[in-house]
């Protein structure tokens, strides 16, 4: 069982920064993925970016250019660098991470972190 917890969220104008980082409870070199979703109220949740153990990153049109993410090995951590945040970007900020085992794998959610930019 992997615990994750967000951390980092908040309020920001327009066009300002956030760090968000998720801290997994176990090394992240037994992850095959993680990455950041958000769901904004009304919405269904949508993938942000994600980073495989491999390394490979992708991101979502709406956010190429803007948002970086980035693993802390030695922290068993993963960020999210959103820059020139727009006020459609509000929404809760969930990390998730899934374990390939065998021919299955096990998905993993964080409690979420709220981040709101007002215009």
């Known amino acids: 069982q992997v615990q994750l917890v967000e951390s980092g969220g908040g309020l920001v104008q327009a066009g300002g920064s956030l760090r968000l980082s998720c801290a997994a409870s176990?090394?992240?070199?037994?992850?095959?993925?993680m990455a950041w979703y958000r769901q904004a109220p009304g919405k269904q949740r949508e993938l942000v970016a994600f980073?495989?153990?491999?390394?490979?990153?992708n991101y979502a049109d709406s956010v190429k250019g803007r948002f970086t993410i980035s693993t802390d090995n030695a922290k068993n951590t993963v960020y999210l660098q959103m820059n020139s945040l727009k006020f459609e970007d509000t929404a809760v900020y969930y990390c998730?991470?899934?374990?390939?085992?065998?021919?299955?794998?096990?998905?993993?959610w964080g409690q979420g972190t709220q981040v709101t930019v007002s215009s």
């Open positions: 998730y991470a899934r374990k390939i085992r065998g021919l299955g794998a096990n998905d993993y």
């Open positions: 980073v495989t153990g491999g390394g490979i990153t």
């Open positions: 176990e090394s992240i070199f037994s992850i095959n993925k």
